[in-house]
């Protein structure tokens, strides 16, 4: 799951379903609308729309995640393999795009991801990213420098999206241009690595879902599907979504902030973001 030393964990502290974020030492729980499926269960993706729909840019695939924990276990079936993996590849299929501005940029209204990861080796993952981009979505990448140099489908990611915080000349466009970026340290922090592993999703699905935040250990590569296991949280909240944004458009300038050191506290639910292990306000 990447070095020792994180620049950027969150940790998802819930009260009703007890989980263990494998990101840090801290217990997290979320209360599921749904059960959550028995680890060798197979991912059931909703019906896959229709290619010939005249919406302009419906997604080709109909996929809204439950809010609950996920367990991938390497030693299990291929169904246990890739719990999170699929599930996050079929949210991005059913991310919707749109019309664009006179521009050529993404309206503000058509859907977005954003995708902060230590290191990305999934061509799949990233042909997905970019049909979306393609569609009309805005997606937003960004990885660590040194633990992506040799991988192939972060290289087909940076070519087709590019690394430009916004289009040329039109610095507005900063909310909604793609890029897939890298940083070197932790992105916010001073040193370290760009740790963190969160997936923020807007316009999902048939229903349009906003605000959906996946969180937890799973790095974008084979190795984190054949080799690890890993726990991610999945929940929809606004206010939450919006925390995450902000460490996110921090990460993308690829500077040290103020502040990295971050605490936010939604009802039941704790968002730490450590610029270091250990890491206190002033550090």
């Known amino acids: 799951m990447g070095p020792r030393h994180a620049s950027a964990v969150v940790l998802v502290l819930l009260a009703l ?3 263990m974020l494998s990101v840090g030492a801290t217990a997290a ?6 059960a959550a499926p028995s680890a060798n269960a197979a ?7 229709s290619p010939r729909a005249a919406t302009v840019g419906r997604p080709p695939r109909n996929y809204v995640i439950p809010r609950t924990s996920y367990f991938s276990y390497p030693t299990g079936s291929y169904a246990a393999k890739v719990q999170i993996r699929n599930r996050v590849l079929y949210t ?3 991310v919707w795009g749109g019309p664009r501005t006179s521009i050529g940029v993404p309206r503000a209204s058509n859907g977005k991801i954003r995708m902060a990861t230590w290191s990305f080796n999934d061509m799949t993952m990233a042909k997905a990213l970019v049909a979306a981009r393609n569609r009309g979505a805005s997606v937003q990448i960004m990885a660590a ?7 192939k489908p972060w290289k087909y990611l940076q070519r087709h999206l590019g690394a430009r915080l916004y289009r040329p000349g039109h610095p507005e466009t900063k909310d909604t241009y793609s890029f897939a970026r890298q940083c070197r340290g932790s992105c916010r922090g001073s040193g370290g690595t760009p740790h963190s592993k969160f997936f923020l999703f807007d316009n999902v699905g048939a229903s349009h879902l906003h605000d959906v935040v996946v969180q937890g250990s799973m790095n974008l590569t084979a190795f984190a599907v054949n080799g690890q296991w890993n726990q991610v949280q999945a929940l929809k909240s606004h206010a939450i979504a919006n925390n995450f ?5 921090q990460m993308s300038l690829g500077r040290r ?8 506290t939604f009802g039941n639910v704790v968002d730490y973001f450590f610029p270091l292990p250990g890491g206190n306000a002033s550090r």
């Open 29 to 34: 729980s979320a209360a599921p609308r749904t």
């Open 257 to 264: 902030v103020a502040r990295p050191y971050n605490v936010s």
């Open 145 to 151: 420098a040194t633990a992506n140099t040799d991988y």
């Open 245 to 249: 944004r902000g460490i996110f458009r």
């Open 43 to 49: 991912v059931q993706p909703r019906a896959v729309l």
């Open 92 to 94: 991005v299929q059913s």
């Open 17 to 19: 379903v007890a989980s």
